[in-house]
């Protein structure tokens, strides 16, 4: 697997030597790669390394999921398209940072909403084979009422990038089907396992899906030590109210016996503070 590559250090030649490294792989692997997924090593995103490094900042940025840190993001990707019109994986992330700092209360839907869509569209009509692009516009769909099409566009998403950890997250929170979500958010940790916003949507599922185990519990504890961002929190508390008023009904229906939720009601203390409340 050693190889050396001394090149000058441009944007060609920087995405030169990944497609290099991922056709050699999977070479190795003896892989077959489809004419599409060919066209997708080789394809390059950006001729501009300034754009790429503003992309990269703003992808760092947006991975913190605060309101500040998002701010940062969406004005690092917007430096990139200003650099760089074309370059679509930019113009995905000013969607996706605009949708999140809607959800954390930074703008009202009128003003986000017009925002994220031009610059999803804009990310598709660049590039219609991105997979992170059908995602972006899944947001914008969900969001028009358009369900059929928010999930067509997520499993376009996932078709086009299955190794998008995002992709599976959203289209496991449209699904009806708690026990396929489950399958899919069990994917989106495998391919992004640091994120506690994954975890805490797994505990939930577990619990929805009467599977009152120390697994679920567990998930919540790494979560909040990995990544205590405020979306993140936020995420968390609405599962842990989700939780308590499951167990309420489950005790009172006789599910439960008093240790196993006297043993859960100490485990949830341990993940997040909060008021007792009689089960």
Do not use: C
Not at 9 to 28: G, M, V, Y
Not at 189 to 197: G, I, M, N, V
């Amino acid at each position: 697997w050693a190889e050396i590559y001394d090149r000058e250090l441009t944007a060609e030649n920087l995405f030169a030597i990944q497609s290099e490294i991922s056709t050699k792989i999977a070479q190795q692997l003896k892989a077959t790669l489809s004419p599409e997924e060919q066209t997708r090593v080789y394809d390059l995103p950006t001729a501009s390394l300034e754009a790429y490094n503003h992309y990269l900042r703003g992808r760092q940025f947006m991975e913190m999921r605060t309101r500040d840190g998002l701010e940062r993001a969406l004005a690092s990707f917007e430096q990139a398209v200003e650099i760089d019109p074309e370059f679509a994986l930019a113009w995905v992330g000013v969607a996706d940072s605009v949708h999140l700092l809607w959800e954390v209360g930074a703008y009202d839907h009128a003003e986000h909403f017009e925002r994220q869509a031009e610059a999803a569209e804009t990310a598709l009509a660049l590039n219609d084979q991105l997979g992170e692009a059908y995602a972006s516009m899944a947001s914008v769909y969900g969001k028009r009422g358009e369900d059929e099409k928010q999930l067509a566009a997520l499993e376009k998403a996932i078709e086009l990038n299955p190794n998008y950890a995002q992709a599976y997250l959203w289209y496991a929170n449209n699904l009806p089907d708690d026990e396929e979500s489950l399958q899919l958010l069990f994917k989106a940790a495998e391919l992004d396992p640091r994120s506690s916003l994954i975890k805490a949507n797994i505990a939930g599922r577990l619990m929805e899906l009467g599977r009152t185990s120390d697994r679920w519990i567990d998930l919540f504890g790494a979560g909040r030590r990995t990544e205590p961002d405020d979306r993140t929190k936020a995420k968390i508390d609405e599962v842990v109210a989700r939780i308590e008023q499951t167990l309420r009904t489950r005790y009172a229906e006789g599910g439960l016996t008093a240790q196993i939720v006297e043993k859960i009601d100490r485990s949830l203390d341990s993940v997040q503070p909060r008021e007792k409340q009689d089960l």
